[in-house]
């Protein structure tokens, strides 16, 4: 059995991912930072669907937490071969209204979050596997606001190219998925209707992405089909940019 973690996977685009990859066969490890009711209720339904699944608590940000997620996949289903990289915060103001300590969440749990995670799974993730990061389509937009952001999701888009090189030769893909506005509570924390509704009507669907929009693109680059598909970012966000 193929086995997949997921992190940040307690709610949101994580949680939508989980359970989609467990649709499809996977073993999924559910990781989350202190969420523990809901990685439960996550685990509880793919379990009631027939699939396999764990929760797993670390913070992304700690190198030794992400070792000791991996230390747990492995011995519970024996190897890993998928994970998605999906545990990130958000912040939004103008640069000269950002503090130090806003800095360093951000760049801990988006930037070295994502960079702990896809280190150890360069090291573990079996051969034939694959990498898939979370980046945003707020960097083609380039809204005022979302400078810190953007910054950390420009780096993970430019790490994806690098190690889509460093382990092609093992048959590792490695991509990112850059969703538009999408309907979770990340996106929704502090933002009035009127933004809310504005943000949506960007699109020319006219609505807002949902969770499973953006887990069946991520299914797709987890599977077989997608062998031949590596070192790229993938916008899924409705013809927004």
Not at 12 to 21: D, V
Not at 56 to 80: C, N, P
Not at 139 to 159: F, H, R
Not at 196 to 220: E, N, S, T, W, Y
Request: hydrophobic share 45%.
């Amino acid at each position: 059995m193929r086995t997949a973690i997921v992190t940040g996977a307690s709610r949101g685009i994580g949680r939508a991912c989980a359970i989609t990859l467990a649709t499809q066969g996977l073993a999924v490890v559910v990781n989350y930072a202190g969420s523990d009711g809901e990685a439960a209720q996550v685990v509880s339904e793919i379990e009631n669907a027939g699939s396999r699944a764990l929760a797993v608590q670390a913070d992304v940000a700690s190198a030794s937490d992400v070792a000791r997620l991996f230390d747990q996949a492995e011995a519970a289903f024996a190897g890993i071969d998928v994970v998605v990289s999906s545990a990130g915060v958000m912040t939004t103001g103008h640069i000269a209204e950002v503090g130090d300590d806003e800095f360093d969440r951000v760049i801990d749990v988006n930037l070295r979050g994502t960079f702990n995670v896809f280190r150890e799974a360069a090291r573990r993730v079996r051969d034939d596997g694959r990498l898939i990061g979370l980046s945003s389509t707020t960097l083609a937009l380039n809204a005022p606001g979302y400078s810190l952001y953007n910054a950390t999701k420009g780096a993970v888009e430019g790490m994806v190219r690098v190690v889509a090189k460093e382990l092609g030769g093992r048959g590792i893909t490695v991509n990112a998925v850059a969703p538009g506005p999408v309907e979770t509570g990340l996106f929704l924390d502090g933002k009035s209707d009127a933004d809310v509704q504005r943000m949506a009507g960007m699109a020319p669907q006219k609505r807002l992405g949902q969770p499973d929009d953006i887990a069946a693109l991520v299914a797709f680059l987890a599977s077989p089909q997608a062998a031949w598909v590596s070192g790229q970012i993938v916008r899924a966000n409705g013809g927004i940019a």
